[in-house]
């Protein structure tokens, strides 16, 4: 138990290094990429690299103090009471997953963009409800992360017709 405890605490001090904000969202597109290619291997591999990418990068020795913040709100909220409200909303990033691979896998780029705008929204959303105004650190990387994936789908939407 000590090692787990010791290993969630190294992941999460490099989980406040704001490269792993900015990749993270970029990681869907190779997800999509494989639900269009049916290669359900390549779609567990990318939600294990989206899952991993929080420690991909050394802890920051100066952390910006309001992802500090932020993170420390979603700390709290992930350690706190579970009620039947928590447990919805956490079935939502399975229940993501699960229509953004089918929209692909079914070759429907438009719904498959829906799902990644509306899913974008609603971690904005929850960023601010949870975590107040420290929530801005969020905003940034996702919309960058959105702005990249909608250029990459809307491309190739417009390179089948």
């Known amino acids: 138990m000590e090692a787990l405890h010791t290993f969630a605490e190294w992941a999460w001090a490099r989980h406040h290094n704001p490269l792993s904000w900015y990749v993270r969202p970029l990681l869907l597109v190779p997800y999509c990429y494989f639900a269009w290619r049916h290669s359900l291997v390549g779609?567990?591999?990318?939600?294990?690299?989206?899952?991993?990418?929080?420690?991909?990068?050394?802890?920051?020795?100066?952390p910006d103090?309001?992802?500090?913040?932020?993170?420390?709100?979603?700390?709290?909220?992930?350690?706190?009471?579970?009620?039947?409200?928590?447990?919805?909303?956490?079935?939502?990033?399975?229940?993501?997953?699960?229509?953004?691979?089918?929209?692909?896998w079914r070759r429907s780029v438009l719904v498959g963009l829906a799902t990644v705008n509306?899913?974008?929204?609603?971690?904005?959303?929850?960023?601010?409800?949870?975590?107040?105004?420290?929530?801005?650190?969020?905003?940034?990387?996702?919309l960058l992360g959105l702005a990249v994936v909608n250029s990459?789908?809307?491309?190739?939407?417009?390179?089948r017709d």
């Open 43 to 62: 779609m567990i591999a990318a939600v294990l690299a989206l899952a991993t990418s929080m420690f991909w990068f050394p802890a920051p020795d100066n």
């Open 65 to 104: 103090p309001k992802a500090v913040e932020f993170l420390e709100a979603e700390r709290q909220y992930l350690l706190g009471p579970w009620d039947i409200t928590k447990w919805l909303f956490a079935a939502l990033v399975p229940i993501f997953f699960i229509l953004l691979g089918l929209a692909f």
């Open 118 to 142: 509306l899913a974008s929204l609603i971690k904005i959303g929850w960023s601010f409800h949870f975590a107040g105004t420290s929530g801005w650190t969020v905003v940034a990387p996702a």
């Open 152 to 159: 990459v789908l809307l491309f190739e939407l417009r390179r």
